[in-house]
């Protein structure tokens, strides 16, 4: 699993971009890439988990979407990441 961490600003021109970066992403959840994703309550970043350990397909959807470049947005980390306890249903449950 690899977890992808956003940092928002308060610049308002990622809002832009976000209704077709959501529809991107709900297609990388129906493909089986994304496990989950959404922003904090507090609405100063994000995370994303994706269901595989291949770092290339994780930057790959990164790149082909321009909300992650967009101002007001910024990848903290994309790193693998390991459950140590309980677990996280997966897209059958």
Do not use: C, K, N
């Not at 709900?26 to 989950?36: I, R």
């Not at 790959?60 to 947005?73: F, T, W």
Request: glycine fraction near 8%; proline fraction near 9%.
């Amino acid at each position: 699993m690899i977890a992808v961490i956003l940092s928002f600003s308060d610049d308002p021109a990622r809002l832009e971009l976000r209704p077709a970066h959501r529809e991107r992403a709900a297609a990388l959840h129906e493909q089986g890439l994304l496990l989950a994703g959404g922003p904090f309550e507090d609405q100063s970043g994000a995370l994303l988990l994706f269901s595989t350990d291949d770092m290339a397909a994780v930057e790959a959807a990164i790149a082909d979407d321009p909300y992650y470049s967009a101002p007001g947005v910024r990848v903290v980390t994309a790193q693998p990441w390991t459950i140590a306890t309980g677990g996280i249903p997966g897209p059958s449950s």
